[in-house]
């Protein structure tokens, strides 16, 4: 059993390998055709290995790119992947602002007889009416009124009458976006008059008379742009009461 166990050990700890393998098969001389078998199926592994088709293998090619730049080659599959920021628009077209547009509105205003484009008109833009809106607090403020709070809380109170007002005269409707914008637009001409106020003092006879003509500026300016918009042909004349009332109102906070 200590014979056994001894030849267990030493099977184990022997440095055995497959050259001691064939250098024993030679030497010995035993088992000829069992070892001349293997010997044979090992070159004939190898010879299989060495004939191996090229076209299992990719051809080497030069890498022509850059650094985090590939290069492009015609047999490889791009993926339908395209750079998307040259396609975007603008940012000023994706938030709404056209300066083209704003101008002709503006020059619309400041020329009451001067045809309105319905197609413009019908716009939501209020870029411009908050930078009159803006102006004319600037300019109060210059003359010692600080009356932000009251031009945009009359100018909201003043959006929503009118939107109801129009719905009700109108048959096709009108947003509240299309309201703020026209209004807001016709109200340059009162900051053309909070600006004389810097100036002079308007509280007097020719100070009422040029508010008058700045209040039927506005709604003059407001009305026609209402009616081509809106297509509300023959009705300039009521529109132009209410925005006449509320054109009031700036004035009376410009003048006193």
């Known amino acids: 059993m200590s014979n ?12 055995y390998t497959i050259e001691d393998q064939e250098e024993g098969c030679n030497s010995s001389g035993s088992d000829t055709n069992l070892c001349a078998s293997r010997r044979g199926q090992a070159e004939e592994h190898a010879a299989g290995a060495a004939f191996v088709p090229s076209d299992m293998f990719p051809s080497p ?10 290069a492009f080659s015609p047999d490889t599959p791009q993926l339908g992947y395209t750079d998307g920021f040259d ?8 938030l709404g602002i056209n300066f083209e547009h704003i101008w002709q509105k503006t020059l619309t205003v400041l020329n ?10 019908n716009e939501t833009d209020l870029t411009g009416p908050m930078v009159f809106c803006l102006a004319l607090g600037a ?13 945009y ?9 009118m939107h109801a007002l129009l719905n009700l005269m109108s048959t096709s409707g009108v947003s509240h976006g299309c309201v703020a914008s026209v209004l807001g637009y016709c109200l340059l001409p009162m900051v053309i008059l909070s600006s004389a106020a810097v100036v002079f003092s308007l509280q007097g006879i020719p100070g009422t ?30 529109i132009a009461y209410p925005c006449a009332l509320l054109y009031g109102l700036f004035a009376l906070l410009t003048v006193f």
């Open 4 to 15: 056994f166990e001894q030849f267990h050990l030493d099977f184990y700890q022997s440095n």
């Open 139 to 151: 300019t109060l403020l210059m003359a010692g009124k600080v009356h932000f709070g009251y031009v």
């Open 112 to 121: 009451p007889m001067k045809p309105a484009d319905g197609s413009i008109m």
């Open 153 to 161: 809380g009359m100018s909201a109170m003043g959006c929503l009458a």
């Open 209 to 238: 008379v040029l508010a008058l003509f700045i209040i039927g500026w506005c709604s003059l300016s407001a009305s026609k742009i209402f009616t081509s918009a809106l297509a509300m042909e023959g009705q300039q004349l009521l």
């Open 87 to 94: 396609e975007e628009p603008p940012l000023l077209e994706e």
């Open 61 to 70: 090619q030069s890498y022509t790119g850059q650094i985090l730049q590939p």
